[in-house]
């Protein structure tokens, strides 16, 4: 990408976007956030930040159900205000991040439609930035191969279908491995999208990617552990990129234990640090400071590697990373507000604070 011109089609876009990082609560904000006592101090605490507008009409008490709603609605306007004011190619960039989402909302329906549940109330659930235009025509189907039929012809989602998998296989399939098919094929698009849009955006992202990558077939293989998936199922649900492709993919589609899983992640300079007392469980946040889960690792160094990215300019890495952090940023929030409304201010700083 020529850097004399980027500013003609994404500089605005660039500043809003490094204007919302700015907005993004910082440690000071979140040790006051960890004082609070109920959850009305935690919204009046909040009234600082960015999500006031979306909590100053909401009744007390406050419920963390609600509060996550209300700072998912907040990043989906910001989001959805850059989409709105991009051009080619920042708007079909800025649809690819929305891609995952839609990924998420069209298994929830099908799992809906497995279990013969109303669709039109799982509308309700779906994640905004996964909604596409002929969404609500998915409700219409009855049947998996309706939905089937219907996904493939309408949803942006029409390729990853179309490559991955047959109406045959949404029946038979546990719905994960659907999920993981998808986003996988998902990903490596995404990829081979990003290094077309040249220097530096194809670099940042290639970094942020394959450790999303990386995260997944780690994520994967320990999900697979005790159940009917075989080895070589395993291994076809790994990403085709990251930096343990193809060399270290091929190690942990073999293994049987974390102790194996964590003899491979030692291998990589970028993976060993994160591994110094760390809890070999999926995910936790539930234990000491000093003995956090693999996941806790992986949030903090995608934290970290979206933080990086906004060091660099003329690149559409910061819209993905902003997504990120911002992401993150409400898990905090809603893990505070978790811990204050169950009484456990004693597992209240397991959060991965962004700056």
């Given at each position: ?12 876009l ?9 907005g ?35 009744p ?14 907040a ?34 329906l099908?799992?809906?439609t497995l ?7 799982l ?17 219409v ?14 949803s ?76 070589d ?41 994160m ?72 597992k ?8």
């Open positions: 990408m020529n850097e004399v011109f980027f500013n003609v089609d994404a500089g605005y660039e500043g809003i976007v490094r204007g919302y990082r700015d993004l609560i910082t440690a000071p904000q979140y040790l006051n956030l960890a004082q609070c006592e109920t959850m009305d101090d935690l919204k009046l605490q909040l009234a600082t930040t960015d999500y006031a507008p979306f909590l100053q009409n909401e007390s008490p406050l419920a963390t159900s609600t509060l996550s709603a209300r700072c998912t609605e990043l989906v306007a910001e989001f959805q205000y850059m989409q709105q004011n991009a051009a080619e190619p920042i708007s079909k960039f800025l649809d690819y991040i929305t891609y995952g989402y839609m990924i998420d909302n069209v298994i929830l099908i799992t809906g279990h013969e549940r109303d669709t039109h109330d509308l309700d659930k779906c994640h905004p930035l996964g909604f596409f235009d002929t969404m609500p025509a998915l409700c189907a009855t049947t998996v191969q309706d939905l089937y039929s219907t996904v493939l012809v309408d942006p989602l029409a390729g990853y279908f179309r490559e991955c998998l047959s109406a045959e296989d949404l029946n038979e399939l546990n719905i994960e491995i659907i999920r993981n098919t998808l986003y996988k094929a998902y990903l490596e698009d995404f990829y081979s999208y990003c290094q077309k849009l040249g220097e530096p955006t194809a670099s940042v992202m290639a970094e942020l990617l394959n450790f999303e990558a990386d995260r997944r077939t780690v994520n994967i293989t320990i999900n697979s552990f005790g159940t009917e998936l075989s080895k199922e395993r291994a076809k649900l790994y990403p085709r990129l990251g930096n343990m492709y193809p060399e270290a993919q091929t190690k942990l589609a073999r293994v049987d234990d974390m102790d194996q899983v964590k003899a491979i992640l030692e291998q990589y300079s970028e993976y060993k640090s591994l110094v007392g760390v809890s070999m469980n999926v995910s936790s946040s539930g234990g000491s400071n000093a003995e956090l889960s693999l996941e806790d690792r992986f949030f903090a160094k995608e934290v970290q590697l979206n933080k990086d990215s906004f060091e660099q300019q003329f690149h559409f890495g910061v819209f993905y990373s902003w997504l990120r952090l911002k992401e993150q940023e409400i898990r905090n929030i809603v893990w505070i507000a978790e811990c204050i409304s169950q009484q456990q201010k004693d209240i700083n397991n959060y991965t604070a962004i700056y």
